[in-house]
């Protein structure tokens, strides 16, 4: 079905209100919904490959620049021509969940509250919980809540993919 000249383009999008949006053909909300996740992807590849040449560029200096501050993580800057690189390597830190497990039994142990010390939280993965049996599942149920996550909708054509 063709569309008149003035139908709305994703670069139209910002400057409409949701209920005008809501009111399109379904066949142009399928269209700008595809020409969106198409851009989003090209974006993304093109992000990904400027990200990738800054790397190739700078991460040598930067580490240089780092070491000489005495830093292994961290933001650095520096000069390049008229511009200022602000070079960012966050720090990551793992625990080993054993051997703090460990640990809270020691300070407990101890008489201490390993709430001082460490942040506790228990987790119940959804594939475990559905898999126990009644009598258990009912023990835990009061305190499990369940929140819905953010509904997506995708317009597909009927009869396949396109």
Known sequence: MPFPANTPTVDDLPG?????????????LAIL????????????AAKARLDGALT????????EERQAAGKDTGTIR??????????DLPKRVDWDQDRLAAM???ITAAGDDPAQYV???????????AAW?????????????????????EIVPQGGDQ
């Open 119 to 129: 942040d506790i939280a228990f987790k119940v993965p959804e594939r475990k919980y």
């Open 104 to 106: 809270v039994e020691r």
């Open 56 to 63: 190739v560029r700078y991460a040598t200096r930067a580490a």
């Open 16 to 28: 409409l209100g949701l209920q005008d949006i809501a009111q399109l053909p379904v066949e142009l």
């Open 78 to 87: 520096f000069d390049d021509g008229d511009f200022t690189v602000v070079a």
């Open 33 to 44: 919904q595809r020409e969106i996740d198409e851009r989003m992807a090209r974006t993304k």
């Open 133 to 153: 049996p009644d009598a258990i599942r009912a023990g835990f149920e009061p305190a499990r809540t369940v929140r819905p996550g953010t509904l997506k909708i």
